[in-house]
């Protein structure tokens, strides 16, 4: 083939993409970075772009990205049929995380590519089954002399007891082509071994026994290669935790802090070498083990695609990795591509970093029942932030505010430990709050490491924010505030702009030790409130804005840094931002004022990529309109975080203080708080308590409908009916308030310990019980009781409101009944069976509310309905997780709107027929439950998914089969399992059982579900319960993989530990058996497939159905 | 925190800091290095001889500096030569509590040990910034008694930094004679592993009576015009048609040699992340110089070998049918990268062909 360096290969025109579905634990808003970047790249060189993703809260699915975008299951059969229709030239299948490449692989592995001229672009598929098969690893990498874990695969329980023998304990059980480390475990002896196992291979027909490398450092390196073989590493990470804590429940930093040249080029040269052999075009990356006690290493794996890691190490180091991974993907040469971040510099360079950057994972384990909360080797973090420094301390500190708002920095939050030692030793979520209560208790660094294998160095640095934390806590700084006040003023001022003083020779005798003491605290990270906290006693609003006020006045000020790639060595005006106060010069100056949208902080269970679309939508807008839009975030799995996003990025603390700071430099024309979910909202009284202009609704307003007595005094003034609550501290009242109303009643606690946060108590006996398990009742923390209405539907009203007036409106109808949280309910728009007079009403309420509060820009009301009576259990006054769905479906973006109304801008209403459609769509949850060891998978009222998928159809049916298919679900062949709950759901569930038996499906059940539908004349085979010892046991069946769905339906009040049912759902989960938990959901389904089979689900594209 | 202290540019801006090396006033060319590791090598390379150096990575000292050892040839382990070389050091932060299993000392003991003075607590970024607009400056680091400012480039600092006497080191088969005008003993070590023979000469040493079956010019500080002795020695050298190889300032004495002017670069080439460009591949080398070839000034029979991708500076030079190629990176890498080691090899194959050709 005769081509000059950078011709890109001629042919490819039109590009399919592959996408990564519903966010779920290992898979999250990362890969929506990576494919819009990959969109983004494609588009700059004029190809046709295809992408399939069902997630339709993505940017990428959303106007302006790709050419056509199907919202359908990534699975081999929907995307052969989208080939068949699109007829692309070429693949990209590392932009969608493993989900894309486990298709690829699919697609390839059939011939399907082959057979439709499809070429796979970058990485060749035959490289990409060399990193996913470890034993094809190993021994590539053993032919280059490059070292790898001593291990075995095998293919039975025999021949691992065997290998473990060869290699000795403790060995690690590893699963081929798992996503995050499923299914992996360490192993201290044959029992665990035989678990570990077991469970292993149910994932995978391979696994893996490997020497356990517990306790090495644990490196990353990101490296790009181009076609002609030009290779290089972006970046690399270490791990805080060391090897035994898979990397995605790791603190990571970077660049990495403990390696020395020669260990740090060492790797590097390796990961060259190894990406070289393999074949990789494109970008990858590589993870090492390295010996703390020499130069000693180990490959552990190679991720031949974009992954987690690798949308961090664009944020971490401002590299476009994946943009330029798409480049290279379709030919061209590192050599030839500009840097897109300086534009003066080229593509091929390795960013060399001025500041360190700290990853900190986001955990929701009190989101899940009975889940276990230790750390391991295998992920289940829902999301993560990333915080940027000049001080490691700085970026800690930092980084633990950014991922959990409650917390003011890592010292100073009074998290109890029952005991230390074994926190230490047995890591939890709490990990790193241990060891600084260990370090308050007098451990030593030694001991520490002893007990967690963290280097010294970090747990050094720790020690560090404990001693400043105990120098605050003896300093008086309240006494001194006021006398320092008058004389500091004019002195501070008049040092900013003169030297770049950090320290005044004079005036010593004044400023004693305080204004030292706390210019050092804020060097190493401790916030206002911290402080606060620490010297004060009390970290109030007030309190915070007194620290707040002293620090300004002794001209204690964070500069502005900007991430440029080349530490300063070349001119560069990027516009990706930081805040330290280690330093003394502000690096840029603000021309453009603009309005500073605050984005939605680390996905977790509850906030996720939705939020990140509307506020990308909202950024658009602005830009659009001619105002820059400034964004702040911390989270880098977004594309809000893109630098090319917005005017000026500031990856940040989403908190008072440092938009307050932000607010200060930028001299902004407003905030928006209303796009980035709960986050952002919570900030909008105290930042306009504090001066800042808040943009859209009144700040008042929304506190007053944050604020459950106020909301409920509006809803009362207005007429509006609301189920009865009460808030209360008092045992009696409580008692006195469940009486009064009748159960079921919803229990919030305020504070919890352990367990999950919301529960619903089915008798006096439960409200006790989940109390004292659950929460600390007092002052400061009271109880939410409401009541509980049973059997009603919910319905969701998304509204784009301007000066009081709706403009837009979108009706969501819930499948399940009340008492699912929305987040996990499966949604239906527009609704299919609401009474006219329902929605009638609902609107009618709507609009009593906008306009009541005046409200200007995005907000979302959740009713319930039962018998044609309506009641509002929810209002926010914000965006809301289905904004994404709805403008979608109906192809109106409500963000747009909300954003040119909150502008002030005129807006038309949008006309009514743009919400009658002749198709609908259907948003079905996605979980994680596979990878929570432990974790009930059934819907409660507290949200347990981690994403979500939305397909559309003609029917609901329809629509639900392809969402449920979306979300990894495989339609029973033959075999399905009921044990339907109470005699209730039993009866309502009769219709639906009948229809399978004469589908044909072989049923199978548990005792007195059988009994019943025997009597009712469908007959069933009994499996003995689980906790019964007898068989045939429905743990067998389900071990032997030999049923196809488990129906299982809670019964109303349960809550027995170990309970049959709870084994039953909890062993589909492990052994990855699709279950479905809902009288409701089950019914739909059995519709649907009666109906339809997978090939009558029609492949047509989002401009199809909206045109 | 302990002694405040002050870096002083010559343009007068000032910058308070803290010292933490030995508590005595420094003057020198403020020059910065972007690497993220390797400090020990930056300090020991004889390049920065008179320079105060600026880390603009802020965490510097995080795994101290390695136990005291030397290989088998005699020479310590990773330093690039036996003292630290230059006047003062700029960081952000030094790490007061290292980590490595082969630590011995901290940073700061062996500043004070080598009684060099350092700074922490500036804002290293807003003066590397400062450095790159206005062009490398002198600057002081004042601590306690003031000092005046220094000009390096108006000596002789090769001849400083050189050896006095004559080393034979290895036994190998290829005779190399090594001009050292402030070698990294990296470069040695490369050599050494490639079964040479060598004989490290001072900079002005006239090694043109020696047999030899190759030249080695080294790397050094300052500006390459102060070397006239290497310069007309290489120009004799030249004429034996024996390969020539030559690093960094080897690079531009070579050059010299042929005819080529030299120029000082506004801001030099101090990192390990510069992308070079050599036909159809690219390397990411580790780069230490201010001054480089003026590539249009090449003489009829040579080209330019490597050209720098973010600046198009020359970065290498060869003629084009006799064996006489060098390079102004690294390829011997400490700190920084070795995708260029075999730079080496090559080195001794043209040797060997060299030897077997004639």
Redesign the interface.
Known sequence: MKET?DNKPEGVRKVLILGSGGLSIGQAGEFDYSGSQAIKALKEEGIKTVLVNPNIATIQTSWGFADEVYFLPITKDFVERIIEKEKPDGVLLGFGGQTALNCGIDLHGSGVLEKHGVKVLGTPVQAIITTEDKGMFAERLAEIRVKTPKAITVDNLKDGIKAAGEISFPVIVRAGYALGGLGSGICKSMKELKEVMQKALTYSKQILVEESLEGWKEVEYEVMRDR???C?TVCNMENFDPMGIHTGESIVIA????????E??KL??IS?KVIRSIGIIGECNIQFALD???DDYRVIEVNARLSRSSALASKATGYPLAFIAAKLAIGH???QLPNPVTK???A?????????VVKFPRWDHEKFRRVKKEIGSSMKSVGEVMAIG???EEALQKAVRMVNPGLIGLSGNDIPFESLDDELRHPTDKRVFAVVKALEQGYT?DRIHDLTMI???FL?KI?NIVEIERELRKNKLSQDATAINTSRLAQTSAGRAG?????D?GGKMSQGPDR?LLR?AKSHGFSDRQIAKLTFGDDSFSSEMKVRHLRKEHGILP?I?RIDT??????CHTNYLYLTY????D?ITIEKKGIIVLGSGPYSIGSSVEFDWCCVECIKTLTKENIPPIVINCNPETVSTDYDESERLYFEELTVERVLDIHDKEDDKGVIVSMGGQIPNTLAFPLSKAGVDILGTDPKVIDSVEDRHKFSKILDQLGVDQPEWKESTNMEEIMRFCRKVGFPILIRPSYVLSGSAMNVAFEEGDVEELLKKAAVVSKEHPVVLTRFIDNAKEVDMDIVAFKGEIMAYAITEHIEKAGVHSGDATLVTPPQKLYLETVNKIKKISKLIVSHLNITGPLNIQFLAKENKIKIIECNLRASRSFPFVSKVYNVNFIRLATKGILGKDIARVSNQAFDLDYLGVKAPQFSFTRLKGADPQLGVEMASTGEVACLGETAEEAFLKALISTGFRLPKKTVLLSTGDIESKARLLESVKMLQEKGYVLYATKGTADFYKMHGVDMHVLAWPLEEKKPNVMDYLKEKRLDLVVNIPKSNEDIELSNDYLIRRAAADFDIPLITNAACTRLFVDAICSLQEKDLDVKSWKEYVS | ?SR?AKLILEDG??????SFGFPKSTAGEVV?N?????Y??SLTDPSYAGQILTF????IG??GI?RQRKDKHGLPI?LESDRIQVKGLIV??C????????AGRSLKEWLNENEIPALQ?I????L??KI??KGVMLGKIVIGKETELYDPNKDNLVAEVSRKDVLELGKGKHRIVVVDCGIKYNIIRCLLKRDTRLMIVPWDYDFNQQEYDGLFISNGPGDPVQCAATIDNLKKAMKARKPVFGICLGSQLLGLAAGVKTYKLK?GHR?????C?SG???F?TSQNHGYAIDAKTLPHGWEELFVN???GTNEGIKHRSLPFFSVQFHPE???????TGYLFDEFISIIEKHKTGI
């Open positions: 360096i002609f073989d030009n290089m660049p990495s802090q403990t390696l020395t040249d020669h740090y080029q590097r040269s060259i703390p006690n020499s040469s590192l050599l003066t510099t080229k091929f360079f390795e960013p060399a970093l001025d500041y360190l000049r001080k490691f660094v280097d010294r160095w050094h020690k030297s770049a003083g950090g320290q020779d030292d050092k500069v840094k080349l530490a300063a060595e070349y001119p280690n330093g003394n010069e690096d | 925190m405040p801006t000032v910058y308070d800091g803290y910065f972007t690497g993220m590791a390797g020990p090598q603009t990575y802020p965490l995080n795994y390695g990773n952000s932060e790490c007061e509590d290292h980590s490595h299993w082969d607590g804002d290293t970024r807003a590397t910034a790159r607009e801001f990192s390990q992340n510069q992308p460009v159809q591949k690219g990411i991708a973010n600046d890498g400490c700190p920084g990268p070795k995708d």
